[in-house]
């Protein structure tokens, strides 16, 4: 399997001792965990003010917002630069997608030619100081956004291994500062019926799609909002133009196409938890010793080059991710 770009590590694309003066002026800039791939420092990291005067992060209020059509590439994390196994083909990931508001088979792509992912707007609501909608470029523009690789595992026990880009949720939440009372965030998607059949489909779902975690989770050092696949943007199949991604939790709880993120002190109501109770609960870690009423969640389909094809591997406890999360279900 060749390598691609995203998998090279840093240490091996770039001159040793450049790499740690990147590293050190990153870390100077409040940016430490953040390794780059050569060519892919966005401008503002370059500024020469920068570089000799290195700024705490600023509020959101106070960036400046950078233009979408400079975004991708973003710099690799690289904590999340390599995986146990291959990345999923890109165009095999973009044909096998769960998004109900558009039909309930894996062809989504088939669905979404009505959908317009921009103009978008999130709102920020609910126990917060800082309630506010803010339109999505303007958003995403103030964030550092970076990419990983994470392992994708769905509930009904197939996986993929993806490149998002995105920033941690964590840095939203520090901004818009949570009330103490805030307890969960429940986090809603679009209710649409003329641009998205499933909805009109099945008007028995109980709709709008949301999804919700506990504050923890929420700030967890894993907890992306992703705009970003495969260093673009994401396209509607996986769900523009923000989406919740939790890797140690099983795919569904990762809600598309996100239009509001509100601080709540008691566990939200969910889609799926609404839906069959007895199968979806809550938390929906991925646990191999805890098998879903209809099937056993100790293996799984990895699907990388072919949706016929595929291998068979072990399900990981909370997916690999055990060292980030175990301490919060202990
Ligand atoms: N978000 C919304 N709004 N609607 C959905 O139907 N499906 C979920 C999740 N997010 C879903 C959703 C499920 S079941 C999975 S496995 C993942 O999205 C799939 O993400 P992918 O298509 O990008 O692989």
Redesign the pocket.
């Known amino acids: 399997m060749p390598r691609r770009k995203w998998e090279i590590p840093e240490r091996e694309a770039t001159d040793e001792a450049v790499y740690l003066n990147r590293r050190k002026f990153l870390r100077g800039a409040g940016l430490g965990t953040i390794g780059l791939i050569s060519g892919c420092i966005p401008d503002r990291l370059l500024q020469p003010t920068d570089l000799l005067d290195p700024k705490p992060f600023l509020g959101i209020e106070d960036r400046e917002p950078i233009p979408p059509d400079q975004w991708y590439p973003a710099p690799v994390n690289p904590d999340f630069s390599t995986l146990d196994r291959p990345l999923t083909d890109e165009e095999i990931?973009g044909l096998y997608?769960?998004?109900?508001?558009f039909t309930t088979t894996k062809e989504v792509w088939k669905y979404i030619d009505k959908f317009e992912p921009s103009p978008w707007t999130v709102e920020i609501a609910g126990l917060v100081n800082e309630p506010r909608t803010w339109d999505i470029d303007d958003l995403v523009g103030r964030m550092d956004l970076e990419e990983r690789l994470y392992r994708?595992r769905?509930?009904e026990a197939w996986s993929?291994a993806i490149p998002w880009t995105g920033f941690p949720m964590k840095a939203l939440i520090d901004q818009v500062e949570p009330l103490s009372s805030a307890r969960f965030v429940r986090m809603t998607?679009f209710f649409n019926p003329s641009v998205a059949p499933g909805q009109w489909d099945r008007p028995d779902f109980p709709w709008p799609?949301v999804e919700g975690l506990s504050m923890a989770e929420a700030t967890n050092e894993l907890t992306l909002l992703v705009t970003g696949i495969y260093g673009h943007a994401l396209p509607t199949?996986?769900?523009a133009p923000l989406r919740l991604v939790t890797p140690w939790k099983y795919?569904?709880k990762?809600?598309?196409?996100i239009v509001r993120i509100e601080f709540v002190e008691e566990q939200p109501a969910t889609f799926w938890n609404t839906e069959a109770p007895h199968e979806y609960g809550f938390l929906s870690n991925v646990e191999p010793e805890v098998p879903h009423p209809r099937w056993s969640q100790a293996s799984e389909r990895f699907i990388s080059t072919s949706l016929s094809s595929f291998e068979r591997r072990d399900t990981l406890l909370y997916n690999g991710y055990e060292e980030y999360v175990a301490h919060l279900y202990a």
């Open positions: 990931a997608n769960n998004f109900y508001e994708h769905c509930v993929m998607s799609y199949q996986h769900g795919g569904f990762g809600l598309k196409s």
